[in-house]
């Protein structure tokens, strides 16, 4: 090796470069100068572009250089070419305390649970089978090993039940909070992984499940937290409702089974998502995606009967918290005509509407007849 040369072009810069580099003087770190990118008031807020238009906008000069980076940012999870019959599937979601959770009211157990569940949910949401998980934490000092055996105890519970391995991750510290870094692994046959990308009009939107309840779950524990803590002395009321209500928000399941049903029927979605953030914002990030319009019937929209009367009881209309409540964790996809039959016999899978033409927009026809622009206004991760 010429170590001389090595020395004089250390990584590409020449050494009168970064000599020139080293007597600069360093920058005063409270100067107009410095601070101008965050301080400027043309600054673009992060609030106005949302999660997924800032995901769009810092990405977009991304290009792909491995071949075997199948899809990359975009959809609920990567596709990784393994050169063999099944792609390997890849999705990372991060929790924040505070954003996403809060510890007044999750049992860390809980929260361990659901915390590799989300991710979980995204495999299935590319028609995959989830097989490793990795976790990284990050944790300030009022957390105790107990606290943390506790929440890793939710943690290996899911893996668990979902037949799922934890491989790997990393711990460190942070000043405020708790943040959970999940990533999900898992495996799909080629023809069988349902893209968001994948649906053309005239094809058949479809719902597993229920959508609502996890987001009147949430109302029902923010309205205790705030009884509590105007009265420390009052007793929780869940109300009759409550069990089912509260097991959604924080004990959420991901469809694997319908992963397995699919194939069983040998049925391949021509577009999926998992509902998330809402079915509103849903749909339009199959439209989106799709390059398409949809037209969502208000009265194909499944929503539990606890749901219902509970939305009734904080008078709120039912179907806004199925729209725009997020947290189901259901899948939402989309299905050729030709398998209408196929899904018509399936259970647990509710037809909700139909994808059409991008010209004629994204619709929700309600059950009185009327037909509205649909709004997303889901869970804002900003």
């Known amino acids: 090796m010429n170590t001389r040369r090595v020395g004089q072009e250390y990584l590409g ?24 990118h965050f301080m400027s008031t043309t600054r673009t807020n992060v609030n106005s572009l949302g999660e997924f238009g800032l995901i769009d906008r810092l990405t977009e000069d991304f290009a792909t250089q491995q071949k075997t980076t199948l899809l990359g940012v975009g959809d609920d999870a990567a596709i990784i070419a393994t050169g063999g019959p099944e792609q390997l599937l ?16 999750t049992p860390l157990k809980h929260l361990g649970y659901k915390s590799v569940v989300v991710n979980i949910s995204d495999i299935c949401a590319m028609n995959g089978r989830p097989q490793q998980v990795t976790v990284s934490i990050a944790i300030s000092n ?44 898992g495996r799909a046959p080629e023809d069988r992984i349902a893209r968001r990308s994948g649906a053309k009009a005239g094809d058949i939107m479809c719902i597993t499940g229920n959508l609502g309840a996890a987001y009147l779950g949430l109302q029902i524990l923010e309205r205790e937290k705030r009884i509590y803590e105007e009265n420390p002395g009052v007793q929780p009321d869940m109300g009759e409702r409550g069990k089912y209500l ?42 989106k995606s799709s390059g398409l319009g949809a037209i969502v019937e208000e009265s194909g929209v499944p929503i539990h009967e606890d749901a219902q009367l509970q939305a009734l009881e904080f008078n709120i209309d039912p179907i806004t918290c199925a729209l725009s409540g997020g947290e189901d964790y259901e899948l939402l996809f989309t299905v050729d005509p030709k398998d209408l039959d196929k899904v018509r016999f399936m259970p647990d ?34």
């Open 246 to 287: 509260l097991e959604r928000q924080l004990k959420p399941e991901a469809r694997t089974d319908m992963v397995d049903a699919f194939a069983k029927a040998n049925l391949v979605p021509t577009a999926m998502i998992d509902v998330s953030d809402g079915l509103a914002s849903e749909v339009f990030h199959l439209c």
């Open 349 to 382: 899978i509710y037809i909700c509407g139909e994808m059409t033409e991008a010209s004629e927009g994204v619709k929700l026809h309600s059950k009185g007849g009327k037909i509205h622009p649909l709004k997303a206004q889901g869970w804002n991760h900003f």
């Open 90 to 105: 890849v999705s990372t979601d991060m929790l924040v305390e505070g954003i996403h959770f809060d510890l007044a009211y």
């Open 142 to 185: 009022r957390f105790s090993v107990e606290a943390l055996e506790e929440f890793y105890a939710g943690i290996r519970l899911a893996c668990q039940h979902y037949g799922v391995d934890l491989i790997g991750g990393d711990t460190t510290s942070s000043n405020k909070g708790l943040y959970i870094s999940v990533t999900a692994i």
């Open 13 to 36: 810069f020449k050494v009168a470069e970064l000599h020139n580099w080293k007597t600069k003087p360093l920058p005063n770190p409270f100067s107009q100068e410095t601070n101008h």
